[in-house]
C-alpha cells in the first residue's frame, strides 16, 4: 500500500491525479483553473490508503541538459524509449529542475498537457529513486491551447537535508551491493529482496517511509519505500529494474500500491518487496517468496497494474525464476508436495530453520495438498506422520506435535512453521 495523500492534484482532465499516481489510480477531482494554471493545492489530509504526493530531492547527482539521448534515470529510459525527442526533452527539463531544487521550472511549449504533464510526473518520481519526498504542493501553467508550459514546484526539506540524506543512501545501497558482488543476477536480486525484508519494517509513520532512504537507512517504509530502495540496488547493480504503480487487493478491497518488474536472462519478472514482508509476530527471521520473481498470471489475483500514459509494462510471462521452481519446491500433486515437505522439513531441523515452503501448480492441487498434509476440520493429516519421521532422524530435534501453517490461496503458498526443540 502507498501512504496517505497530504496533497491533491485537481488537473483539467477527468482522471486526475496525485504525482506519484497522476493518472494511475483514476481518481477524478473537480477541475480548478486561475489565468491559465492548473492550481495543486496543499492539503493536510492523511489517508494511508493513497499515495503520497510529498517528495524529497535528494541531491548528488550533476544536472543534465536537455536534450541529448540517454536519460538520467534508467527505469525512465526504458519507459520513454519510444517517445520522441521532445517528450524526452521535456522529462530532462523536469528532472533537471527539480534535481537544481527550481522553484519554477519552464519546460517546452506544446508538448504536454496537464494529463500527460501529471503522467510523467509520476512516472519521474516512481522512476528516480534519488527523488523522493519532494514536493508537498505544485501547479502547472497553461497556454492558451492547454499545453504546459512550466510547472511550479514546492520543496519540504532544504538542499543541505536532502544532499546529507542521499550520500547516506547512496553509500547504504552501495554497501549492499558490495556484499552482493561475485553472485548472478538472481542471486543479486534474492539478496537485494532478503536484505531489505530484513532491515525494514511496513509503517507509514515517519518523515521518510515513501523513500528508499527510509527503506536502507532508518528501516522503515510503506511500498513506496520498499519499491524505491528495490530500484536503486537494482540500478547500481546494472540489472534492468522499473516500478510498477497500480492497485492491490485485499478481501476484495482494492487499495494504491507500488511495486517492481525485473529482467533476469532476457525475461522480466514481478517482485513485490512489500508484500514478502507481512506484518507479523514471526520474527526477524522471516522471509517469504510469494511474490518473488513471479509472473504477471501469478500476480494477477491481486495485483493490478494501473494506467499512464508513460508507463507502458512489459509482458512477464516466465516462470523458470520462480523461487520455487529454481529450488525444485513447486508441487504438481500431493505426492510431489509430501516428498517436498518431508525433504525439507529434514533440511530445515538441521540448519536451524523454522520454515519449511512450497508452492502448489495450481488452485485444484493447492486444495488437494492442503487437506492431505493438514486434514479437515477436525484434523489429521500427514503432517504428523512426517513431522515424527523427521524428530526420529534428528533425535527429537523438533516436535512431532505441534506446528503453525500460513497458506496464501492466492499464489498457491504452504509455509510450514516449525517448532524446534
Not at 492491490?248 to 514481478?270: C, Q
Amino acid at each position: 500500500m502507498l501512504r496517505g495523500v497530504s496533497g491533491r492534484i485537481r488537473s483539467l482532465c477527468t482522471a486526475a491525479a496525485a504525482v506519484i499516481a497522476a493518472a494511475v489510480f483514476s481518481s477524478c477531482f473537480a477541475a480548478e483553473k486561475n489565468d491559465g494554471t492548473v492550481i495543486v493545492p496543499k492539503n493536510d489530509r492523511e489517508d494511508k490508503e493513497q499515495p503520497s504526493v510529498q517528495t524529497e530531492v535528494v541531491v548528488d547527482t550533476p544536472s543534465y541538459e536537455s536534450g541529448g539521448e540517454g536519460l538520467p534515470a534508467a527505469a525512465a529510459d526504458y519507459f520513454l524509449s519510444d517517445e520522441d525527442g521532445s517528450v524526452r526533452k521535456c522529462f530532462k527539463q523536469i528532472y533537471s529542475g527539480l534535481m537544481d531544487y527550481r522553484k519554477e521550472i519552464d519546460i517546452t511549449d506544446g508538448v504536454l498537457d496537464s494529463k500527460s504533464a501529471g503522467d510523467m510526473i509520476a512516472m519521474l518520481t516512481a522512476s528516480a529513486p534519488d527523488i523522493s519526498r519532494l514536493m508537498n504542493e505544485y501547479s502547472l501553467s497553461l497556454d492558451k491551447d492547454g499545453y504546459v508550459s512550466s510547472v511550479k514546484v514546492g520543496y519540504e526539506k532544504d538542499k543541505q537535508q536532502s544532499d546529507d540524506q542521499y550520500r547516506l543512501v547512496r553509500d547504504e545501497a552501495e554497501a549492499v551491493c558490495s556484499r552482493a558482488e561475485g553472485l548472478t543476477d538472481y542471486e543479486k536480486v534474492k539478496y537485494f529482496h532478503d536484505a531489505l525484508v530484513s532491515r525494514c519494517s511496513y509503517t507509514y509513520e515517519g518523515d521518510n517511509v515513501y523513500s528508499a532512504y527510509g527503506c536502507l537507512v532508518e528501516g522503515n517504509a510503506v511500498c513506496e519505500g520498499y519499491s524505491k530502495a528495490f530500484l536503486l540496488l537494482c540500478q547500481l547493480a546494472d540489472i534492468q529494474c522499473i516500478p510498477i504503480i497500480g492497485t492491490s487487493v485485499t478481501d476484495g478491497e482494492e487499495e494504491p500500491h507500488m511495486w517492481n518488474k525485473v529482467m533476469l536472462d532476457g525475461n522480466w519478472y514481478n517482485v513485490d518487496v512489500t508484500w514478502d514482508d507481512p506484518i507479523s509476530d514471526l520474527g526477524d527471521d522471516y522471509v517469504r517468496y510469494d511474490y518473488f520473481c513471479v509472473s504477471d498470471k501469478d500476480m494477477a489475483a491481486d495485483h493490478i497494474p494501473g494506467e499512464n500514459r508513460f508507463m507502458n509494462y512489459p509482458t512477464a510471462d516466465d516462470k523458470s525464476m520462480d523461487y520455487f521452481a529454481v529450488n525444485g519446491l513447486l508441487a504438481e500433486n500431493t505426492a510431489q508436495a509430501e516428498d517436498m515437505v518431508k525433504r525439507e522439513t529434514l533440511s530445515a531441523v538441521r540448519n536451524g530453520s523454522r520454515y519449511v515452503r512450497i508452492k502448489c501448480s495450481d488452485a485444484a492441487a493447492f486444495d488437494n495438498v492442503c487437506e492431505a498434509l493438514f486434514g479437515n476440520a477436525d484434523g489429521g493429516g500427514s503432517i504428523f506422520s512426517i513431522l515424527s519421521d523427521v524428530a526420529d532422524a534428528t533425535d527429537g530435534a523438533v516436535s512431532s506435535g505441534a506446528y503453525s501453517v500460513i497458506k496464501n490461496q492466492q499464489t498457491f503458498t504452504i509455509t510450514v512453521i516449525l517448532a524446534l526443540l
